[in-house]
């Protein structure tokens, strides 16, 4: 015996139709069949005109074939629940079927088709082991796409389906942290260490407190990294970064070549060493690390030669004999003999000299000519004094203090300053252009200082 039940409705829709049913099973489908139609004047082919239905619930089975009436008098509700159990093991299937499918999309490269059928894979069964996997494949895709809001999104999901697990907490903090957003990383890898405080995710911490100048922090996080995994490197290495940070340059040393003595394949560790040298000003010791470093790691060679060069602070390395300012003649020197024009009283001649750098400058900063000082020398080194430190006669011709201007060549690393002597009124100057010194206070186009030991030019004692 077979029951119905009769609803009012009113729809041309006959899906329409079926969802109005309260039916409490999503497995149960639906069979109408119209009992009291109306009078319509339209044709007969209309599938579900306006009327009064009586609705026959009914399941299938894989075939299509009927296997239940749930208001037939012989109907056993358990076995409802049975078939409920059994529609979990189909919607899991089907899960699994679409993530596979996602997966083949993935590895062709057609990331919206496979994000769109990972999202259907979670939402299909979302307590599935399969959930998680489909999950990271989406963000994945999301990623390939540029998408990273969506893939933030993704891993949200993920550990919404399992909130006692640390893994999408860090996957969450690595893109977070590889876009900078270091205190949304801060969160998610604290999150990560309460759920597991392992080795790997308090170094990660740790180095996104370092991102953070919470440097205190970062100390304690490298600190519990050194006590879990003693015989590893990262803990020693993390302090040495640490301290390089704090300007605490010695212990940073000490506890670089820790973790290099722990694996001295680990060649971050003699890298960051050598960052520690140049900052210490032990350039030659950071030089050598770069030719231990050129057969080993060649990248790291190369940054760390490039963070040297940034580091290590410019000098002027010569002046060019082509200068037309004669900075090799004596003291006493007529003022006549650097140009003959000066034999005239109270004539004016420009000169240049040219200085070399060892590196790139700043432009703005070397054509600045007020950055630049010139006089008398006074100095610095034995024999580096005007006159030999001998009294200077009436005669001696003033330089001017500062240059007249100043042009900078980039492409050779050289400046060329020019300036102004005057002959005075008795046309008898004299000059000592070996101890005219010429000092430069600028910077180079990292915004280094100058070295304070290579920063001033005289013709007698060169570089000082």
Known sequence: MTFYETVNFETRNINTLAAAVKNPQAAVNFLAVKTVPRRIRRPAKVAAPRGRYQVRLLTFNANGKATMDIFSADFNPQSLFVNTGQQGQQLEQLANNTLSQGIDHFQAGRYGDAAAAFEQAVSLAPASPYAQNAVDYLAMSY??????DKAVKAYETGIRLDPA????????????????????????????????????????????????????RAENEFSQVQRLASGEPAGYFGLGQTYSKMERYEEAVFQFKQAIERDDTFYSGY???????????????????????????????????????KVDPPSIMFASSS????????????????DSYLANAGASKSFKIEFQFDKEMQRESVENRFNWEISRASGGVPGNHYNFGLPIADTEIMPPAVPDYV????????????????????????????HIAFKFKGEDKFGGAMDPEADEFTGFSRVI
């Open 407 to 434: 042009y900078y060549d980039d492409r050779n690393l050289r400046a060329v300053v020019s300036f102004t002597l005057t002959q005075n009124d008795t046309a008898d100057g004299t000059i000592d252009p070996s």
């Open 165 to 216: 697990s640390d893994v999408f907490h860090v996957k969450l903090a690595k893109l977070h942290y590889a876009e900078g957003r270091y205190l949304e990383a801060r969160t998610a890898y604290e999150k990560a260490v309460s759920l597991h405080p392992s080795a790997s995710n308090r170094f990660s911490l740790g180095q996104t407190y370092l991102q953070l100048e919470e440097y205190s």
């Open 323 to 338: 200068s037309s300012f004669l900075y090799t003649l004596p003291m006493r020197t007529p003022l006549s003999v650097l």
């Open 143 to 148: 990623l390939n796409q540029g998408r990273n």
């Open 271 to 309: 890298a960051e060493l050598g960052y520690a040298y140049a900052d210490m000003g032990r350039i030659e010791d950071a030089e050598a690390l770069v030719v231990e470093l050129e057969e080993k790691d060649p990248d790291l060679a190369d940054t760390l030669a490039r963070y040297i060069y």
